[in-house]
């Protein structure tokens, strides 16, 4: 039977489905790649070696086609003649499924019998899968010297990547069996956890209300991740900040938020009309996680300046900094929104020279149209940002 290629060049996702199911594609092709390479390292190691071998023994001659061809671990096959495992594969490159299946349940449980038990397998095959997984890599996964089952180094390392990979599938293909038998239709949006908190429910009400039949997942991740799940595909656009090498999203600004010193309410510094940052010298800080987008705009912002502060204290929330600074530990530097509507044991006080602001908007994927939900949610967003346009200025 002929299967007709769908063409690329005229074909574009455009609902939640088609996103997650470029999304999955994208993550087997990745996967698929970096095995295939590791294979032909290999096989050409093993060419190389042949060659020296058969050039002690007698004359050195090309491989012909009475060699046969060298086989890649995805056409190897098993003794029944099929190709053993549940497999993703592009290009004779496999990923297996049940052997890192495996191996996550025994890492997570450290012994053989529950973890057979949990995959409702016999221990002998569970062994089987995880003696292949091990094969096809060339290294050891587990340690089974002793009990429980412990992980090498190289299980150590691919614990993580493996469990959040898995995970994230098997929540994608949960969404879609459920999305397939209720027919119901879904969004997925990222958006900057200060501004999920301030902005979203009352967006959210006004969606519901127009699409009660929706689900929407909101994904309040940091300005980094928000901007790696556009391109992913993960989610159809972003409330975030915009920064300046974006070259791969479609931009839209829709303010521009001052940052400013949070201290507790009874500081010195809380009377102020504004500070200058040169007075933040002599008050210890209190940092938020390099991961966050503001950590890496303040930084870009101050230059030199930002190593003569007493960055004492570093946390990875907002919400962390804002308890701190309340209870009088030290300073911190925060988006303005991040402090609206806190209780009174905090001020929000203006920096100045420099005045250092963000600029907030929605980025989606260059060159993807977003879909109709997508599309009236974002605009919604849009109108309820610029909103505070005047009193942030």
Not at 98 to 112: H, Y
Request: charged fraction near 25%; include cysteine; hydrophobic fraction near 40%.
């Amino acid at each position: 039977m002929r299967h007709d290629r769908i063409s690329t060049a005229t074909w574009l996702p455009r609902s939640d489905f088609d996103l997650r199911l470029v999304k999955i594609g994208r993550q087997l092709r990745e996967r698929c790649a970096l095995r295939l390479d590791r294979w032909k390292a290999g096989a050409s190691s093993a060419v190389s070696a042949r060659r020296g071998i058969v050039g002690r023994s007698r004359p050195s001659r090309p491989l012909d086609r009475h060699d046969g061809p060298i086989r890649s671990p995805s056409t190897a096959r098993s003794p029944s003649g099929r190709p053993g495992g549940l497999t993703a594969c592009e290009g004779d490159v496999r990923v297996d499924f049940l052997g890192i299946q495996a191996f996550l349940s025994i890492a997570e449980r450290g012994n053989f019998q529950r973890a057979a038990a949990y995959l409702n397998l016999s221990q002998t095959a569970l062994s089987h899968r995880i003696r292949k997984l091990e094969d096809d890599l060339g290294l050891k996964l587990l340690s089974r010297t002793s009990r429980p089952v412990t992980l090498t180094s190289a299980g150590m390392k691919l614990l993580p990547k493996a469990q959040a990979t898995l995970d994230e599938l098997s929540a994608t293909m949960e969404e879609l069996r459920q999305q397939g038998r209720s027919g119901q239709r879904r969004l997925s949006i990222g958006c900057l956890p200060t501004l999920a908190e301030r902005y979203l429910p009352p967006i959210l009400n006004r969606f519901k209300e127009r699409h009660p039949d929706v689900a929407v997942r909101v994904h309040d991740n940091s300005a980094t991740e928000i901007s790696a799940m556009v391109q992913a595909g993960t989610v159809e656009f972003g409330v975030t900040i915009v920064a300046a090498n974006s070259a791969d999203l479609t931009v839209s600004i829709l303010l521009k938020e001052p940052y400013v010193l949070v201290c507790a309410s009874n500081h010195p510094l809380a009377r102020e009309k504004a500070v200058n940052w040169d007075v933040l010298l002599r008050y210890p800080l209190i940092r938020v996680s390099p991961q966050t987008g503001n950590r890496i705009l303040l930084d870009d912002a101050l230059g030199s300046r930002r190593e003569k502060l007493q960055w004492l204290y570093e946390v990875q929330h907002t919400s962390t900094a804002i308890k701190l600074a309340a209870e009088g530990v030290g300073l911190t530097i925060l988006p303005r929104l991040a402090v609206t509507n806190i209780d009174s044991k905090v001020a929000a006080v203006p920096l100045q020279n420099p005045k250092v602001t963000r600029a907030i908007g929605i980025v989606s994927r260059a060159g993807v149209p977003m879909s109709s939900l997508a599309d009236e949610f974002a605009q919604i967003v849009g109108r309820e940002l610029k909103k505070d346009r005047r009193r942030l200025t």
